[in-house]
């Protein structure tokens, strides 16, 4: 079994993860890690702190000579914005007054913090229920992502709508209707996305989600959006439907709604699939090859909890950024009289990022899944296991039912 662990509040020290469960001599650079916590922080939209932190992960165990041990995996994140913090983040003792946040924030985690932890202080709601704690979520799942790169299972992501403006091409039909190109990943869906300031596949869609973008930051505002997380090279078997924790679409909608401000997940067509006929919503079973497959894709990669062996597609809806420059209303707890929200720092739109952090939670349940099935203390065993099941597949489907 593999977990992690995070640790770290927005302003202090530093965010720190350990990571467990995975197999030795799983080969993985430094650069591995920084380079998807640089696009966590990209994005048109994104506030001013995107431009004080530069996001590295330092290791600190678990990893030698650029490959893992098998032993546990603890990375480092330091925040470069602490030294502004300092006397209101301290673990010791206070050594100046400082200001008690009494203002909740409607949309955040302010008011059911202090009510739930029983703080007399907004701060330390604040600072532990930001989306700061995401980057060590992502540095924790680069490793699963790695993991995964290695069985041939790639993972990518676009932004399909901010502020509800969609693309004239639905992008998605190509994905529900198994019309993909050949040479097809998950992740050249990225390496096209990530070439726009937000996320989406068109430069005229673009261009429109930006001049919204700027029409919000005018009014103090914030905008939320939907986007896509694809998955490919996933094999068939991930998953079981004997017991409810052990699904695979509940995993992955369980890792996805973890995200801060991600209020909805859909595996597939989601919410369309139940205005439809039954007729119209299930994927046809072909031959291809000596394999089985299936015409179209709308059941998302999964059916009965099991991964089908065609991409898994999962999209995902992110409210508005609660925190406002226009705020509107709420109550004071000291006065216990009606006020304008605090101000905080943050964001217009984190649509983008919320993508990215998607990918990496998305890799993280399928390497929980896959090693489930396969397991392994060394990649080499992992990949032994693997090998035996795919050649022996379609052999055992054809003994069985002879």
Known sequence: MIRFLTAGESHGKALTTIIEGFPSNLKIENEYFNFHLKRRQAGYGRGARMKIETDTAEILSGIRFQKTLGSPISLLIRNRDWENWTEKMTSDKKKSQVEKITIPRPGHADLVGISKYNYDDIRNSIERSSARETAARVAACSIARKFLEEFGISIGSFVESIGGIYPKENYAVNLFNNSLPKNFTGWSLSEQSDKSEVRVLEKEHEEKIINKIRTAKKRGDTLGGTFFVVATGVPTGLGSFIHYDEKLDAEIAHSIMSINAVKAVEIGTGFTTAERFGSESHDEIILKGNSFSRKSNRAGGIEGGISTGLPILIRAAMKPIATLMSPIETVDLKTRKSIQARRERSDFVAVPA??????????????????????GDSMEETKDNYKSYIQKLDKRIRKNFK
């Open 354 to 375: 919320c993508a990215v952090i998607a990918e990496s939670m998305a890799a993280w349940s399928l390497a929980k899944f896959f090693l489930q099935k396969f397991g």
